[in-house]
């Protein structure tokens, strides 16, 4: 009898399985956090290859190279899908670099689409007259 009495008035509470509870409500939300996480990095990649594929191309051009050269460098620089498109203004280039981003489908939580874009414009360079 002494034991049910010394219990009761210590005033704890029986919390056994509270941190379970919590795991299970908390656990769902970090693993989503990190799947919206590791996509927003894959942009972050995407952006910097649109980039790239911009400027390289742009940069091919002002040399003088062909343009189907200079289509093929940013090709293999931008991420699948990209669309290239390069213009000459006086004695300069202009290569814009655009590639669609679909939002993951594996996650629980809706995400645009986004379209990534780069332009890069570079003077042309004179010919040396180095043989």
Excluded: K, Y
Aim: proline share 5%; glycine share 6%.
């Amino acid at each position: 009898m002494s034991d049910d009495l010394e219990h009761r008035g210590s005033g704890r509470r029986n919390d056994d399985g509270s941190v379970t509870a919590e795991a299970a409500i908390v656990l769902p939300l970090v693993a989503a956090f990190a799947l919206v996480l590791v996509w927003m990095i894959a942009v972050g990649i995407a952006q910097v290859r649109v980039v790239d594929a911009a400027r390289d191309a742009a940069r091919a051009l002002a040399r003088g190279d062909d343009e189907a050269v200079a289509l093929h460098v940013a090709d293999r620089t931008a991420p699948d899908h990209s669309t290239v498109s390069s213009s000459r203004t006086g004695d300069t280039v202009t290569v814009t670099v655009s590639s669609h981003q679909d939002a993951p489908g594996w996650l629980l939580v809706p995400l645009p689409d986004l379209t990534l874009d780069a332009t890069a414009t570079v003077e042309l360079e004179e010919p040396s007259d180095a043989p």
